[in-house]
């Protein structure tokens, strides 16, 4: 089993930047692929970014590419999305996401999913 809890969400304005984070707990982390999600209101959950467990390969959904950037820390158990430049459009919750199968994780078909930080980019 493993937990996520994401954290760093807020209220910013159009052109500012947020880092979020996921702390994981539960079973080795390291060998976790994990990925980050968002769900606006109204709209289906969107595929943002995706990690190997080794950090050295990374995914981008074409709307996030060269703004959002993910990362990893395997000896603090966390992964984090970098969000720059960011827009009234990105505003939506954001989830963290991870699974064995990194292609389950670019899928949205994680066996696991944290509760969402809401992030809101006012204009």
């Known amino acids: 089993q493993v937990q996520l809890v994401e954290s760093g969400g807020g209220l910013v304005q159009a052109g500012d930047s947020l880092r979020l984070s996921c702390a994981a707990s539960?079973?080795?982390?390291?060998?976790?692929?994990m990925g980050w999600f968002r769900q606006a209101p109204g709209k289906e959950r969107e595929f943002l970014a995706a990690?190997?467990?080794?950090?050295?390969?990374?995914y981008y959904a074409d709307s996030v590419k060269g703004r959002f950037t993910i990362s990893r820390d395997n000896a603090k158990n966390t992964v984090y999305l970098q969000m720059n430049s960011l827009k009234p459009e990105d505003t939506a919750v954001y989830y963290c996401?991870?699974?064995?199968?990194?292609?389950?994780?670019?899928?949205?078909?994680?066996?696991?999913w944290g509760q969402g930080t809401q992030v809101t980019v006012s204009s």
């Open positions: 996401t991870a699974d064995l199968d990194l292609n389950l994780v670019v899928a949205g078909k994680a066996n696991y």
């Open positions: 539960g079973r080795t982390f390291i060998s976790y692929g």
């Open positions: 990690i190997r467990w080794s950090g050295g390969r990374t």
